[in-house]
């Protein structure tokens, strides 16, 4: 089933395939993928889901880059949060030396629908997401994966699967959360 998964970027046109997919059984709409992302009002913690939802569609209505969706034929069955890194809240990761020379994108949040775990989608979501970010001019994409005991944060996938596609551990944020990153297109070379 994996093999035929497609990938679009959230957009106003298939929100309510956003929304169907936050929205069925065991997915994403108690957070709707804000947790994470800078808010101008109240934290992202004290703000009911249903603001959470609307914080979300008022970003993707604006056209601001928020993810891909996964579809099975025409069903959204998989969710990857991938934006510029500025989109997210200063706290995912500090800046190093060099960054200013760079476009970097984050990957934050993944969800797969019950039926399609277990069958390599992880490695295919990477994959969109550095095609995805590259095209839209990022030149390095960046993670927070967790170690697989860790109690939290599970979200965000686990080094190892970050580390069989080829990106780089260059430090950590918190006591759980990993950061690595890989070069994109032309850049992977300097």
């Given at each position: 089933?994996?093999?035929?998964?497609?990938?679009?970027?959230?957009?106003?046109?298939?929100?309510?395939?956003?929304?169907k997919l936050f929205e069925s059984r065991g997915g994403l709409k108690s957070c709707w993928c804000t947790v994470w992302r800078t808010v101008e009002t109240l934290p992202?913690?004290?703000?009911?889901?249903?603001?959470?939802?609307?914080?979300?569609?008022?970003?993707?209505?604006?056209?601001?880059?928020?993810?891909?969706?996964?579809?099975?034929?025409?069903?959204?069955?998989?969710?990857?949060?991938?934006?510029?890194?500025?989109?997210?809240?200063?706290?995912?990761?500090?800046?190093?030396?060099?960054?200013?020379?760079?476009?970097?994108?984050?990957?934050?949040?993944?969800?797969?629908?019950?039926?399609?775990?277990?069958?390599?989608?992880?490695?295919?979501?990477?994959?969109?997401?550095?095609?995805?970010?590259?095209?839209?001019?990022?030149?390095?994409?960046?993670?927070?994966?967790?170690?697989?005991?860790?109690?939290?944060?599970?979200?965000?996938?686990?080094?190892?699967?970050?580390?069989?596609?080829?990106?780089?551990?260059?430090?950590?944020?918190?006591?759980?959360?990993?950061?690595?990153?890989?070069?994109?297109?032309?850049?992977?070379?300097?």
């Amino acid at each position: 089933m994996v093999d035929k998964i497609t990938f679009r970027p959230v957009t106003s046109e298939n929100w309510r395939d956003f929304e169907k997919l936050f929205e069925s059984r065991g997915g994403l709409k108690s957070c709707w993928c804000t947790v994470w992302r800078t808010v101008e009002t109240l934290p992202v913690a004290e703000r009911p889901a249903t603001a959470k939802k609307l914080e979300m569609k008022r970003r993707i209505s604006s056209g601001e880059p928020v993810g891909l969706l996964g579809y099975f034929d025409s069903e959204p069955v998989a969710w990857c949060s991938i934006a510029p890194r500025d989109t997210y809240r200063a706290s995912m990761s500090d800046t190093m030396p060099g960054d200013e020379k760079q476009s970097i994108w984050s990957i934050v949040c993944f969800f797969v629908s019950r039926p399609f775990r277990g069958q390599g989608m992880f490695q295919k979501m990477i994959s969109a997401a550095e095609e995805h970010a590259a095209k839209n001019g990022a030149t390095l994409l960046e993670g927070y994966p967790v170690d697989p005991d860790s109690p939290s944060y599970r979200f965000g996938g686990y080094v190892s699967a970050f580390e069989q596609a080829q990106y780089a551990l260059v430090g950590r944020k918190g006591a759980r959360r990993h950061i690595v990153r890989k070069m994109l297109g032309q850049n992977r070379a300097e």
